[in-house]
């Protein structure tokens, strides 16, 4: 039983298309987050939301939006796709947003072309 | 499936003592990166170690990958209420996945 599940593994589009990554936990966890990792490996987070709301919204494109219908569920969608969007995408999820570690989904490899 | 472990899952130290938390996989890895997460925030990129052998060191934190590639050790000199959070490991394992620890708890007491 996978805890913390993303899909899909990974993306090839094209410039300009719209896409979703999905992220589904079943640990009953409050928080749940989207990272982006870049090329030099560092994990940035883009979006944090704890109980269907949001909590942390970084600078990030307004092409990106996290939706969460219920807080088992934090899907990505990106509109307009760029080459600099090309990146491995992470999702995770906390009991709390305090004090407490994330749990990791694979991530999903976005490739721009 | 190839897992990191890590150990402890949490630790308590008295300010100024040294400590060190250990990253352990099942098979060799590729590159094997340090995180930090402070509490209620997101993490924090320390370092990055790809080679049998490599130390590297930032401020008192100093981090070793062993020659095998199969275990990393986090070492914090003299430690400080600032470096308490949660130390995840993440790792490049093979079939191009991408995996992380489950994450040490540090807490530092005055």
């Known amino acids: 039983d996978t805890a913390v599940s993303q899909t899909p593994k990974y993306l090839v589009t094209q410039m300009g298309n719209d896409k979703s990554i999905k992220c589904e936990q079943n640990l009953g966890h409050d928080t749940m987050y989207w990272y982006k990792q870049d090329s030099k490996k560092f994990l940035k987070i883009m979006f944090s939301?704890?109980?269907?709301?949001?909590?942390i919204n970084e600078t990030v494109p307004n092409r990106f939006s996290p939706k969460s219908p219920d807080k088992a569920h934090l899907n990505l969608h990106i509109n307009s796709l760029e080459l600099g969007d090309s990146a491995v995408y992470f999702c995770?999820?906390?009991?709390?947003?305090?004090?407490?570690?994330?749990?990791f989904g694979q991530g999903t490899r976005l490739t721009v072309v | 499936s190839q897992e990191l472990e890590q150990s402890p899952q949490s630790l308590i130290v008295q300010e100024g003592k040294n400590l060190t938390i250990n990253c352990t996989s099942s098979k060799t890895l590729y590159g094997l990166y340090w995180y930090k997460q402070k509490y209620g925030e997101g993490l924090i990129f320390l370092m990055m170690?790809?080679?049998?052998?490599e130390e590297k060191s930032h401020e008192k934190i100093t981090a070793k990958l062993d020659e095998k590639k199969q275990q990393s050790s986090l070492h914090i000199t003299a430690s400080q209420p600032s470096h308490a959070g949660i130390y995840l490991c993440g790792a490049d394992a093979q079939h191009d996945k991408i995996i992380f620890g489950k994450g040490t708890r540090l807490h530092i007491l005055p």
């Open positions: 995770a999820s906390s009991p709390t947003g305090t004090g407490t570690e994330a749990f």
């Open positions: 939301y704890n109980n269907k709301e949001l909590i």
């Open positions: 170690l790809q080679k049998g052998g």
